[in-house]
């Protein structure tokens, strides 16, 4: 039976996993306190947060959120990295800082309660950020518009460069004729 605290760090880390869109387990030996604070001042920017945790909490808070087959992974010294909506600009935030320090390690992470290598992590924080792909997709959703639009005005703009032109035509000759 853990300790009225332990219970209360296992709840408050449960709501936390729970709650994260992208879970990402570091091992941070041999970083100093002052590296870690930047890391998170970083990540804060990006909407998630780094945090310590005693393995055995980490594995009874994460079994709580329905998150099995950590048990690999949870030894020796152990930060979780919680991102918040945006997991591409955590992602990107977290392996800048991974090879720039040549400390903090990634082991691996979960996106959506699927366990994912650190390879895949890296892969995450390649990809376009949000605003970027809704862009793209906007783009691609009024190119058709665009072009529907322009094939439909094509015919009456004919006709108006036709009459112009007969116009024009019979200006010339009422011109001639004077």
Do not use: C, W
């Amino acid at each position: 039976m853990p300790t009225k605290a332990k219970a209360h760090t296992i709840d408050e880390l449960t709501e936390q996993i729970a709650n994260a869109k992208l879970i990402v387990l570091t091992d941070y030996r041999g970083l100093r306190v002052s590296d870690l604070q930047d890391l998170r001042t970083n990540l804060r920017k990006s909407g998630g947060e780094i945090r310590v945790a005693k393995n055995t909490l980490t594995r009874i808070a994460a079994e709580s959120a329905g998150i099995t087959g950590l048990e690999p992974y949870l030894e020796g010294p152990l930060a979780l990295g919680l991102a918040g909506d945006d997991i591409v600009g955590f992602s990107k935030t977290l392996t800048d800082f991974v090879r720039t320090s040549r400390i903090l390690t990634i082991r691996g992470g979960v996106l959506d309660k699927n366990f994912i290598t650190a390879e895949q992590v890296e892969a995450i924080s390649t990809l376009p950020s949000k605003e970027v792909l809704q862009a793209k997709l906007l783009g691609l959703l009024q190119s058709p518009l665009a072009r529907t639009v322009g094939v439909l005005s094509g015919p009456s703009r004919s006709v108006a460069y036709l009459l112009q032109a007969r116009a024009d035509e019979l200006g010339d000759t009422a011109m001639a004729a004077d």
